[in-house]
């Protein structure tokens, strides 16, 4: 019987893996379960015999692709698969495919969350301020950014998106205005949230120039990956304007530094935990199983990102 491995150092909630259970099982194929893992020799170890293999942000590394001897599809259960070695899995044959768009929803609505307990003085009592009227910025427009966009229209925000696909400076596309130059977007919007993948071309894209346009008072809200930021732009920012503030979903790596520096300009999450919902863990879950069957019996590559 083929074994498909749940790999997660942060687990799904139990329903979630009750459910891929399901999937899994009425296809004929047998679960292993290896959650809040503390060592990489714990998942070089789970991976040995398995068919197939489901993970979060868990890193697939090429000596995890090496270990596993059987292996022959890795499902990141979730969109950024940035903590995958695709290079390494292709050279193995082995196929990584994400499930875009199934956490979208929970991520979105944790970059409220965030900004609602940092314009409201972290709920203290202090006077704060509303978002009404402010102008948000999505960076980019994809499955996170379209559902931060619907949300931040009902508490009455203008919305603004981002896009580089497209030749016009400026143009209006399901109702919102798009930029296709970051700096003029970066100068408009009191809230900025970034929600684009890590890849060679963005990361360490928000730097000084960029966080320096940004107007008086601005937020900016990290809800994808620490990479993306240049951190040492963002502490030159931080210092320079007091009224700038940056809040995070991804801890940076001078974290300690910024508290201790900017602690009143910073907020972050214990760990991250955009997609850490009930739904999310059951839509992203039952996907990479669904996409693990569908592959592993009928060969189908739909959702492959390492063609
Ligand atoms: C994603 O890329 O899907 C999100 O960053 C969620 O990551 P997580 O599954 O590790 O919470």
Redesign the pocket.
């Known amino acids: 019987m083929q074994k498909v491995l749940i790999a ?1 150092e ?1 687990p799904f909630a139990p329903i979630a893996v009750e459910k891929i259970r399901g999937i899994v099982e009425s296809n004929g194929l047998e679960l292993v379960l290896l959650e809040k893992y503390t060592e990489k020799a714990q998942l070089l170890e789970a991976v040995k015999d398995v068919d197939a293999m489901i993970v ?3 890193k697939v590394d090429a000596e995890v692709i090496e270990a596993g001897k059987n292996l022959k599809i890795v499902v ?6 940035d ?1 995958v070695d695709c290079e390494a899995a292709t050279k193995h044959n082995v196929v990584v495919m ?2 875009p768009g ?2 979208a929803n929970a ?1 979105a609505e944790l970059v409220f969350a965030m900004l609602l307990f940092h314009i409201r003085k972290g709920f203290t009592g202090a006077s704060g301020s509303e978002l009404m009227g402010k102008r948000l910025g999505v960076m980019s427009y994809g499955n996170i950014g379209e559902n931060a966009a619907r949300i931040a229209q009902g508490f009455g925000m203008h919305v603004y998106a981002y896009s580089r696909s497209t030749p016009a400076d400026y143009f209006v596309k399901d109702g919102f205005e798009f930029f296709v130059n970051r700096k003029a977007m970066f100068e408009v919007c009191d809230i900025m949230v970034l929600a684009m ?1 890590s890849a060679a071309n963005t990361k360490g894209m928000i730097n000084y120039e960029l966080l320096s346009s940004m107007p008086k008072g601005a937020i900016l809200v990290n ?3 620490k990479d993306l930021i240049n951190e040492a732009d963002l502490m030159r920012v931080l210092a320079e304007r007091p009224d700038i503030s940056y809040l995070t ?2 801890k940076p790596d001078a974290e300690a530094e910024i508290i201790e520096k900017f602690g009143k300009q910073y907020f972050s999450t214990d760990k ?5 919902t009930a739904e ?1 863990n059951i839509n ?1 879950g039952m996907a990479a199983a669904s996409q693990i069957a569908s592959y592993l019996l009928t060969g189908n590559e739909k959702f492959r990102v390492n063609k």
Do not use: L
């Not at 990141?76 to 698969?81: L, P, T, V």
């Open positions: 997660t942060k979060r942000s868990d990141r259960a979730g969109a950024g698969y903590n994400n499930t199934q956490n991520v993948p809800i994808a990956r979903d991804v991250k935990m955009g997609a850490q999310a992203a």
